[in-house]
């Protein structure tokens, strides 16, 4: 007799997440005995071909990881992209029913691609395309704790936070709610100076994002009024499972208002604050999943993901070291596809 399928929720990882420990992964992946991989990975090779870009395979089974190569936003959009994608398919649908996806920042483009919005021409030409154009703008973004070292809320830190923002009206936002960490940014300036103020945290934070601009603000206009005039309407389909954006609100599938898909993925979403903690929250509480899976590449999005649990504690978790104990299970109830062992349990 089959064992019964558990629900899951998805979650995409944003920018930053192909590093030099992930070098090759997407490649190796390939030969999971999923024969239709290697003609997917072709298809979006072609595309970057055709965009006169490198391809995710060169730039995957490159001898050397270079940050000038391999973090242009371009090359590292498709790499995530492309990574995160041949992940969701590789779910074994035997053992998991996936009921809602959702990503943080770049990782909605990952979401919609998943979820069946855009065909794989449009979502590899549209990652890299959007990758271009926000990376042309202007300012800076840094990241700062919220939480203590037991992941639970730190109202110091959350204050000091609130007081740069006060600061700087018009100049620094609140780009990413991750988790136990605030994602800001503005111009130069203001993030100059707010990251002087702040009390420094673990001799890290706050940290400047290298190569970021201030994304998630209105300091993108220029580029997402580029991308809705360049992107049309008639591109984005309805979703097959239902997606969880930066807002929390939740797209039905087969029902969805593709213009309002359309202006948010390409307006709010490019210019507004991506509530990453918000998003997770909402999917936990609306769908109730038996586990959440975290596509690669790389594992980095456990922590944010655990951190936006504890604070609404999410099946009781109240701290670091509950959850960590959570995940000694057999099966954990996050599990990363970045990580070998946890990886085993999704794919089959």
Same mark, same amino acid.
């Given at each position: 007799?089959?064992?019964?399928? @558990?629900?899951?929720?998805?979650?995409?990882?944003? #920018?930053?997440?192909?590093?030099?420990?992930?070098? /090759?992964?997407?490649?190796?992946?390939?030969?999971?005995?999923?024969?239709?991989?290697?003609?997917?990975?072709?298809?979006?090779?072609?595309?970057?071909?055709?965009?006169?870009?490198?391809? +995710?395979?060169?730039?995957?089974?490159?001898?050397? %990881? @270079?940050?000038?190569?391999?973090?242009?936003?371009?090359?590292?959009?498709?790499?995530?992209?492309?990574?995160?994608?041949?992940? !969701?398919?590789?779910?074994?649908?035997?053992? %998991?029913?996936? +009921?809602?996806?959702?990503?943080?920042?770049?990782?909605?483009?990952?979401?919609?691609?998943?979820? /069946?919005?855009?065909?794989?021409?449009?979502?590899?030409?549209?990652?890299?395309?959007?990758?271009?154009?926000?990376?042309?703008?202007? /300012?800076?973004? %840094?990241?700062?704790?919220?939480?203590?070292?037991?992941?639970?809320?730190?109202?110091? !830190?959350?204050?000091?936070?609130?007081?740069?923002?006060?600061? %700087?009206?018009?100049? &620094? @936002?609140?780009?990413? #709610? !991750?988790?136990?960490?605030?994602? &800001?940014?503005?111009?130069?300036?203001?993030?100059?100076?707010?990251?002087?103020?702040?009390?420094? +945290?673990?001799?890290?934070?706050?940290?400047?994002?290298?190569?970021?601009? $201030?994304?998630?603000?209105?300091?993108?206009?220029?580029?997402?009024?580029? $991308?809705?005039?360049?992107?049309?309407?008639?591109?984005?389909?309805?979703? @097959?499972?239902?997606?969880?954006?930066?807002?929390?609100?939740?797209?039905?599938?087969?029902? +969805?208002?593709?213009?309002?898909?359309?202006?948010?993925?390409?307006?709010?979403?490019?210019?507004?604050?991506?509530?990453?903690?918000?998003?997770?929250?909402?999917?936990?509480? *609306?769908?109730?999943?038996?586990?959440?899976?975290?596509?690669?590449?790389? $594992?980095? &999005?456990?922590?944010?993901?655990?951190?936006?649990?504890?604070?609404?504690?999410?099946?009781?978790?109240?701290?670091?070291? *509950?959850?960590?104990?959570?995940?000694?299970?057999?099966?954990?109830?996050?599990?990363?596809?970045?990580?070998? *062992?946890? #990886? $085993?349990?999704?794919?089959?």
């Amino acid at each position: 007799m089959a064992a019964e399928r @558990k629900t899951a929720l998805v979650v995409c990882p944003g #920018r930053g997440t192909y590093n030099k420990s992930e070098l /090759g992964s997407i490649s190796s992946n390939i030969g999971e005995n999923r024969p239709n991989f290697s003609e997917l990975l072709r298809q979006i090779d072609d595309v970057r071909n055709q965009l006169g870009q490198p391809t +995710v395979t060169e730039l995957d089974q490159a001898p050397l %990881f @270079k940050t000038s190569l391999h973090q242009k936003p371009e090359n590292a959009a498709a790499l995530i992209y492309a990574g995160g994608y041949l992940d !969701y398919l590789a779910i074994d649908d035997t053992r %998991f029913d996936v +009921v809602g996806i959702t990503g943080n920042s770049m990782g909605w483009y990952t979401a919609m691609a998943s979820a /069946g919005c855009w065909d794989i021409e449009t979502s590899t030409r549209l990652v890299t395309n959007m990758a271009q154009l926000t990376a042309g703008g202007e /300012g800076a973004q %840094f990241i700062y704790p919220i939480v203590d070292a037991d992941w639970r809320p730190h109202q110091g !830190y959350i204050d000091a936070v609130n007081e740069q923002l006060t600061r %700087f009206p018009g100049e &620094l @936002k609140m780009s990413i #709610r !991750y988790g136990g960490y605030a994602v &800001l940014a503005g111009s130069e300036e203001a993030c100059t100076e707010a990251v002087r103020a702040l009390p420094r +945290v673990d001799d890290r934070f706050p940290m400047i994002l290298p190569g970021h601009a $201030a994304f998630h603000t209105h300091f993108m206009s220029d580029a997402s009024q580029q $991308a809705l005039d360049l992107w049309p309407q008639a591109a984005f389909r309805a979703p @097959k499972v239902p997606l969880i954006d930066g807002r929390g609100h939740i797209w039905s599938p087969h029902v +969805v208002d593709k213009a309002a898909l359309h202006q948010y993925t390409l307006g709010h979403q490019v210019t507004q604050t991506y509530d990453f903690t918000r998003a997770i929250q909402t999917a936990v509480k *609306e769908f109730a999943p038996d586990h959440i899976i975290l596509l690669g590449p790389g $594992a980095g &999005l456990g922590g944010a993901v655990a951190q936006a649990l504890i604070e609404i504690n999410w099946q009781g978790l109240t701290s670091k070291a *509950e959850f960590a104990a959570r995940q000694q299970a057999d099966t954990p109830y996050v599990l990363s596809m970045g990580l070998p *062992e946890q #990886r $085993a349990l999704v794919t089959g």
